[in-house]
């Protein structure tokens, strides 16, 4: 599964997305960018944990899709029409629904959602080539139509955003149909029998985790609409220009999803069993440390480069600079991947929350006063001051319930790890290999990151075992 992400999700988001922006400009990309966080300010109605909660009833009876796979499709039809209702009561006064393609969008999320739920019957039934097949079919059908879309010069479907959106919806649709034709091959005879005070006693359940995802959605979605919002006539031109960068801090917070899923389990098994914590905590922040140090020291030491190589017109100086902030941020939201995982899977809701709201009010109040002033690169500030509070509450947190003590020699290590590659990088941009822009950039970047595992290595970060989960020491 991580190996096919690898291949289609880098070329959807750089190939195609980007491509997009790039031939429409920063205002017309940047409504879109706008309208689809709106959109996504409010996809938790879509799903409630039902996806969670029917992953972990079928994978322990598999013959409960039979009863669950038409009762649970039933209630997701019920909840995109509340999802719809709120989306439209909320976009009309602020003027969204006067474009059209916001019908499109709220569809896409509405059949992503679906499509999510429905591949949850497959990973539930260990069919996991299939699921993993699933999960990309969408990226792939919208790599060919929208491929068709820019470069097929196609007199009837010319680029446009409604257009771009349309060839999405086709994409989505046919993998709606896909999942469902996987989804009704698991089951032997569907048993109709819907029962919404069962979904409320369901809902409840799953209530923690629904309202943690919606305030997490919105500081870290809310920043483009206000964007769009705030900065007026040029308002949709400031929030492509933060697009630009988002997509990039986008691709990368994958990696902390990704351990973070490896993760939970393992420590909620520790927990339930009563085991010591701090050993795997150690292992995965040394990993997400590593990572997230090594790329931002690279990445931000060639931010106007990048931007220059990767979108074709624009102040690059300004877009780096706005990159810049969206990069800083990688660091705070991949430890928190981590120290966030251990806080859920310790069920430590409550903390989370009002913690949560916290930092959603100082996001809010944030993007006022610095998107007014300072446009996207506000928004980009405001966004790292909010990740670096929720880092600095849940370490807190961390530290005070799993009863941790500060250890100097760790954060030496930590600090010796940073200071090398801030040095190497340094001492790599000395280099000039007299070829092409792109191509002596690369060359750079291979050197970099060739020498990044001998610096985890030799700073004792990593070790032979980091990889197998097991840790000698719990210090």
């Given at each position: ?154 007199p009837f479907f010319k680029l446009s955003i409604f257009n771009f959106a349309l060839a999405q ?67 949709a031109a400031e929030s492509g220009i933060y697009a630009q960068g988002y997509r990039i801090m ?226």
């Open positions: 599964m991580v190996l096919i992400n690898l291949l289609i999700k880098p070329f959807w988001v750089f190939g195609i997305d980007r491509t997009v922006q790039n031939k429409l400009g920063e205002s017309a990309y940047g409504l879109y960018f706008a309208i689809f966080n709106f959109t996504y300010l409010f996809q938790i109605l879509l799903d409630f944990g039902l996806q969670n909660y029917n992953n972990r009833q079928v994978a322990a009876d598999k013959n409960k899709i039979n009863e669950l796979l038409p009762a649970i499709l039933v209630f997701k039809t019920l909840l995109f029409v509340v999802y719809l209702v709120l989306c439209i009561a909320v976009a009309y006064p602020i003027g969204y629904l006067s474009k059209p393609f916001i019908w499109i969008i709220l569809l896409n999320q509405i059949l992503l959602s679906f499509n999510i739920y429905l591949r949850s019957n497959v990973s539930a039934h260990q069919l996991f080539i299939s699921d993993a097949m699933l999960s990309v079919l969408d990226k792939f059908l919208m790599i060919i139509f929208c491929g068709f879309l820019i470069w097929g010069n196609l919806l086709a994409a989505y649709a046919i993998t709606f149909i896909t999942c469902l034709f996987f989804s009704l091959r698991l089951t032997n005879k569907m048993v109709f029998n819907f029962n919404l005070k069962n979904f409320i006693v369901i809902a409840k359940a799953t209530l923690p985790y629904a309202v943690i995802h919606f305030l997490m959605t919105v500081y870290y979605r809310i920043d483009g609409v206000m964007l769009e919002r705030l900065q007026g006539a040029n308002g986008e691709s990368l917070n994958n990696i902390g999803y990704l351990l973070a899923t490896i993760l939970l389990p393992l420590f909620a098994y520790r927990i339930a069993s009563h085991k010591e914590i701090k050993s795997l905590l150690k292992t995965g922040l040394s990993l997400v440390f590593c990572i997230s140090v090594s790329i931002i020291v690279c990445l931000f030491a060639y931010k106007e480069n990048l931007m220059s190589i990767l979108y074709s017109n624009g102040d690059f100086n300004y877009s780096g600079e706005v990159f810049g902030y969206l990069l800083l941020n990688f660091f705070p939201v991949a430890i928190l991947y981590v120290i966030g995982t251990l806080l859920t899977a310790n069920q430590d809701f409550k903390l989370m929350i009002y913690t949560l709201i916290t930092a959603v009010i100082l996001n809010i109040s944030l993007n006022f006063y610095l998107i007014t002033h300072y446009g996207a690169k506000g928004a980009g500030e405001a966004t790292l001051i909010t990740q670096l509070f929720m880092l600095v509450c849940y370490s807190f947190y961390i530290l005070r319930i799993f009863k941790i003590s500060f250890n100097i020699k760790y954060a030496l290590q930590l600090f010796a790890f940073l200071f090398a590659c801030v040095i190497i990088m340094f001492g790599i941009g000395k280099i000039n290999f007299s070829v092409k822009k792109g191509y002596d950039l690369a060359a750079h970047f291979a050197i970099y990151f060739c020498s990044v595992p001998f610096t985890a290595y030799l700073t004792g970060l990593i070790n032979v075992n980091t990889f197998r989960l097991k840790v000698g020491t719990s210090e």
